[in-house]
């Protein structure tokens, strides 16, 4: 097992693993730029080194200054979390080579699912079922229109290094495709430095449904059961469940082992998600592969009772995964709290907490790294806590959401509690009828 653990990254996804680190007896090294001097992580970790300015591409993106911490302070593994540099090959190649070990995947496995056109063939090579389209990279728009007939519109035109939206453009109809060609490219050229474009047949009424995944050095594979993420704004998501309320014990059975042939048949190390888009007629279609933990992962832990950062350290250190797929036994919700106004277009919402009030209370977690007095910074992501509420059912645990969030006490700044308080009496959600659609039609009003 490891003597001493990196963590690079920030906020309460730090503190997450630190946590773990702390209960399996391992130290912990905090990095951090000087704009989180005042992050819990920072004050909590065995030791924190100072890794640069407050720009992210300066400081949780620099790695030479990263691995410069892992040396000085004589760490032999580097935990990266969500976000940053969770997903850089690069990076993880340079841990090897340092002698660190780099906590997830291989370079090679991040390689190959993080491109998504070539993760789609890995996935259609493993008998996964994916989306009709393109057959790799689109060479030109003529091409693009010959395949968009072919498969019929609408169609969804992706960015190959996509995420988070960017890139990705809907098309109904064929005059409309050479606009959404140049913008979609111009978009992901400015913001990944690769405008390779890939196009699929656009999933309607779709549903967000991911599977949690684990595998270990020996090629063995388990999933964790689903988690329904369709509900999101910009293709970033607010909420999440588990178990799906669209889902039956055939459809978790048949994606569990989709899921799970598609990690063993990669040979795929560590915690990840295969992401599947499903039809309203319960067709599932491989979307993409997270090759890290996710933001979401609580509600898992919630329903099955399992610390999913102590089994991707268990698993980076060669330690055998039982093989045991998991269902819940609960249920579970997860609303994202974000210094953003949900009243004026969710537009971010930086400064100092003056009051904080956690809700607690039977099957109310709170994954959080800020406190009264706390200053968000206004150079990283938006979200500061993540509120779960686990219960025997699911009406019971919008119950409980209801009750937590009416408890929770963020002053000083904007945050998105009365969005989600809203959300959760709103008809369609209490029903679970909901796609990733769902943002479209909602009518926020701020109370």
Same mark, same amino acid.
């Given at each position: ?5 990196l ?10 693993v630190?946590?773990t ?9 905090a990095?951090?730029?000087?704009a989180d ?7 909590f ?11 992210s591409? $300066?400081?949780? &993106?620099n +790695?030479?200054?990263? @691995? ?6 004589n *760490?032999? #593994?580097?935990?990266? /979390? ?27 496995m991040?390689?190959?699912?993080g491109?998504k056109a070539t ?5 259609k090579?493993?008998?996964v079922?994916?989306?009709p389209g393109?057959e790799?990279?689109?060479d030109?728009? $003529?091409?693009? &229109?010959? +395949?968009?007939?072919? @498969? ?6 992706? *960015?190959? #290094?996509?995420?988070g /939206? ?36 656009l ?5 967000h449904?991911?599977?949690?995944v684990?595998?270990d ?8 059961? $689903?988690r329904?993420?369709? +509900? ?8 999440e ?25 990669i ?8 992401e ?16 890290r ?6 509600i898992?832990?919630?329903v ?7 089994e991707?350290?268990?698993v980076?250190a060669?330690?055998t ?7 819940p ?12 106004d ?5 537009r971010p ?13 039977h099957?109310v ?10 200053s ?11 509120l779960?509420?686990?219960?025997q059912?699911?009406?019971e ?6 009750r ?14 009365p ?10 959600y ?5 796609t990733t659609?769902?943002?479209?039609t ?6």
């Open positions: 097992m490891f003597k001493k653990v963590i690079a990254n920030r906020g309460e996804i730090a503190l997450r630190l946590r680190c702390r209960e399996m007896g391992i130290s912990t090294v990095v951090y730029s000087k001097k005042d992050s819990l992580h920072v004050r970790a065995d030791e924190a080194v100072c890794i640069g300015p407050a720009a591409s $300066e400081s949780y &993106l +790695i030479p200054n990263i @691995i410069a911490a892992a040396e000085i302070t *760490a032999d #593994a580097i935990h990266p /979390g969500y976000g940053f540099l969770s997903e850089n090959a690069r990076f993880s190649r340079i841990c090897s080579e340092n002698g660190i070990k780099f906590i997830g995947p291989s370079p090679e991040i390689e190959r699912m491109d993760a789609k063939e890995t996935m090579a493993a008998g079922p994916t989306i393109s790799g990279l689109l030109s728009y $003529e091409e693009a &229109l010959k +395949i968009a007939k072919e @498969i019929g519109f609408p169609v969804m035109l992706k *960015a190959t #290094a996509g995420g /939206g960017k890139g990705m453009r809907a098309v109904w109809k064929a005059e409309d495709l050479l606009k959404a060609w140049e913008s979609a490219r111009q978009e992901a050229g400015a913001a990944f430095g690769n405008d390779g474009m890939y196009m699929e047949k999933i309607e009424e779709p549903r449904i991911e599977i949690q684990v595998g050095q020996t090629g063995k594979a388990c999933h964790l059961s $689903e329904d993420c369709s +509900i999101q704004r910009r293709h970033q998501k607010l909420t469940e588990t178990p799906s309320p669209f889902m039956t014990a055939k459809l978790r059975k048949s994606m569990g082992e989709a899921a799970v042939k598609a990690c063993e048949y040979k795929y190390e560590g915690a990840g998600t295969i599947f888009l499903v039809d309203k007629h319960r067709n599932f279609y491989f979307m993409e592969m997270n090759t933990i996710q933001v979401e992962h609580p898992t832990e919630q099955i009772d399992y610390d999913l950062i102590r991707q350290i268990k980076a060669g330690i995964i039982s093989g045991k797929n998991y269902e036994k609960l249920h579970s919700i997860e609303c994202r709290i974000n210094a953003e949900p009243a004026n277009d969710f919402s930086p400064g100092t907490i003056t009051t904080f009030h956690a809700p607690g209370g099957g977690r709170l994954d959080t790294h800020v406190y009264a007095g706390y968000i910074p206004p150079y990283y992501d938006s979200m500061i806590a993540k779960i509420t686990t219960a059912t699911r009406e645990a919008i119950d409980k959401m209801r937590a969030l009416d408890e929770f006490v963020i002053e000083g700044i904007k945050t998105t509690i969005f989600h308080r809203a959300l959760m009496d709103d008809p369609d209490i029903a679970g009828n909901y659609k769902f943002m479209e909602f009518k926020y009003k701020d109370a």
